[in-house]
């Protein structure tokens, strides 16, 4: 087995903001590099911003800024929203406006150039700038809009650079029968195979006159390079396609790219047919998610129901992102559509993870001041029964499948075993009536309990599961646990464990800034 795993999000486009349905998306890559770190492979986690096109020109232009003055402030938003708030740990951040993608992208170029799949001819049709792609009449609303945006598409007409994609149609059938799991869920593969049936070429630059913001087609200056060739060649920057042959080598073909579903036509199809025609093998897995909404309703700045991360961050006043992580991430199964409302949001984050997980640990922290001076006590080498092999088999197979609300299900099947083992042990009685080394059994094997869960949840909600961690008395980082240390490395006898304020305080019925008062 391949010791290294390669996982990319699409890139955000720079028109506007991040906001929750994009966190969705980058939070469930995040869990997914945090696991395989967990698991011991070498990740390389890429993420970034789609820079180019005909709408961040647009609107760049109204709020009278340079595109490239525009897509920096932007970009840096994006860049700050995963890092600093939400806690993401990606290995890189494309822009495609950095000059290695710039070179990236022409050499993609040449390459369907010299294969022959790019030749000239005009084009009469219909554009819509929020997909930034062609429309055919059969896929509008019956009133003529784009069902994405619901804006009228505008007609174009000129003499473009197409792509032979007509060629690749029975390759690519080929490549999904012999790959059953190439596109996940598996009812999202139905979906693309019928798009097949009408495969035509597709139109791969536009002209500048049109559209001016975009890397310049080789040797034609006055055409720019599609948005979405010029997107989709990211995967291949961000690993140093051209440049770094050795981390290229290391982790091309992307293990997962993780995608929602209305862009999956441009990685299930234009993209590897792109990587057929340059000779490249293709990923293992395209992960297609759903679309999260905000009270059942399609998130849209016309609408005014857009949130960002800070909005949640502040409205709950939360000290860090870990309830907007595990909430994304166990409230709906993944490549469903996923709906969010403030009290589903607390529901969930206090009947999870302040009540059921908090408590345990409060609890029994507290009980280990009391009865046994703080110490960790020397009856470790028992394995305790909370966590069994299967259920950590369990857990891996869920978090291998992408199953993210599955395997959170298990965990707090096991936080909620503990807290029944504790009730009914009774340490406060076993105390009382002087019952010493069966008091300091049951406290053991629940510490223990806690410590596996904070590894096994260290995925989901990394900062709550370093803040355990060091409750219990370790002074090195839990990110350099691995997954065998789970059963291997039990809790050693004589640790301090260091009780801080409790880490789970629950959500507050009233929500600050919400405007109104529940
Ligand atoms: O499509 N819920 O960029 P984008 C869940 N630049 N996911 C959502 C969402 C929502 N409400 N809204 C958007 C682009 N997304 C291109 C991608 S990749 C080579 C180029 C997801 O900013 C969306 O499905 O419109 C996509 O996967 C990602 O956010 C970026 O969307
Ligand atoms: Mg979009």
């Not at 792609?133 to 650079?161: I, S």
């Not at 470790?380 to 978090?399: M, P, R, V």
């Amino acid at each position: 087995m391949s010791n290294k795993y390669y996982v990319t999000t699409a890139i955000y486009y720079t028109n506007a903001p991040p906001h929750i349905g994009h966190a969705y998306e980058i939070i469930a890559a995040d869990v997914i590099a945090r696991f395989h770190r967990l698991l011991g492979e070498d990740v390389f986690f890429l993420t970034g911003t789609d820079e180019h096109g005909i709408k961040v020109e647009k609107t760049a232009a109204k709020q009278g800024k340079s595109p490239q003055a525009f897509v920096d402030e932007i970009s840096e938003r994006f860049q700050t929203t995963w890092r600093d708030v939400l806690n993401v740990d990606y290995s890189r951040f494309v822009r495609t406006t950095e000059p290695d993608h710039y070179q990236v992208v022409q050499a993609m170029w040449n390459m369907l150039m010299e294969k022959g799949d790019i030749y000239k001819s005009s084009y009469t049709g219909l554009y819509c700038s929020g997909c930034e792609t062609f429309c055919l009449p059969k896929d509008l609303t019956p009133e003529g809009l784009c069902p994405n945006h619901l804006t009228a598409p505008e007609p174009v007409e000129e003499e473009n650079y197409f792509f032979r994609l007509s060629a690749y149609k029975t390759k690519l059938i080929d490549y999904y029968e012999a790959h059953p799991d190439f596109i996940q869920p598996l009812f999202r593969r139905n979906e693309v195979i019928n798009q097949l049936d009408t495969l035509e070429d597709i139109s791969v630059s536009r002209a500048k006159r049109s559209v001016g913001w975009g890397i310049p087609v080789p040797q034609d200056p006055d055409q720019v390079v599609y948005v979405w060739i010029d997107a989709l060649s990211n995967y291949l920057t961000g690993i140093g396609w051209g440049k770094d042959s050795a981390v290229f080598e290391k982790f091309w073909p992307c293990d997962v790219h993780v995608i929602g579903k209305d862009i999956l036509r441009f990685h299930a199809i234009y993209w590897p047919a792109m990587l057929m025609a340059a000779g490249l093998p293709l990923p293992e897995t395209l992960l297609v998610h759903g679309f999260i909404n905000v009270a059942e309703t399609k998130i849209s700045k016309s609408l005014g129901n857009v949130i960002s991360p800070q909005d949640l961050m502040a409205r709950f006043e939360l000290e860090n992102a870990d309830p907007i992580r595990y909430y994304m991430m166990t409230s709906t199964g993944f490549g469903q559509d996923g709906n969010y409302t403030d009290d589903e949001f607390k529901n969930k984050v206090n009947a999870d993870l302040a009540n059921n997980l908090g408590n345990l640990l409060n609890r029994t922290l507290n009980m280990v001041i009391k009865y046994c001076d703080g110490e960790v006590l020397a009856v470790g080498a028992e394995k305790n029964n909370l966590l069994s092999g299967e259920d950590l088999a369990q857990i891996q197979t869920h978090y291998e499948g992408f199953r993210f609300n599955e395997a959170a299900q298990v965990i707090m099947e096991g936080v909620d075993r503990a807290n029944k083992y504790v009730h009914a042990s009774e340490p406060w009685t076993l105390h009382k009536e002087g019952k010493t080394t069966e008091l300091e059994r049951v406290l053991y094997n629940t510490l223990e309990a806690l410590r596996q869960l904070s590894i096994l949840l260290m995925p989901l909600v990394p900062t709550l599961s370093q803040q355990i961690w060091e409750q219990l008395g370790y002074t090195q980082r839990i990110t350099q646990m691995r997954w065998a240390d789970i059963l291997d490395s039990p809790l050693p006898a004589g640790q301090k464990i260091q009780l801080g304020s409790p880490i789970l305080p629950r959500l507050d019925s009233e929500i600050v800034g919400a405007g109104k008062k529940r």
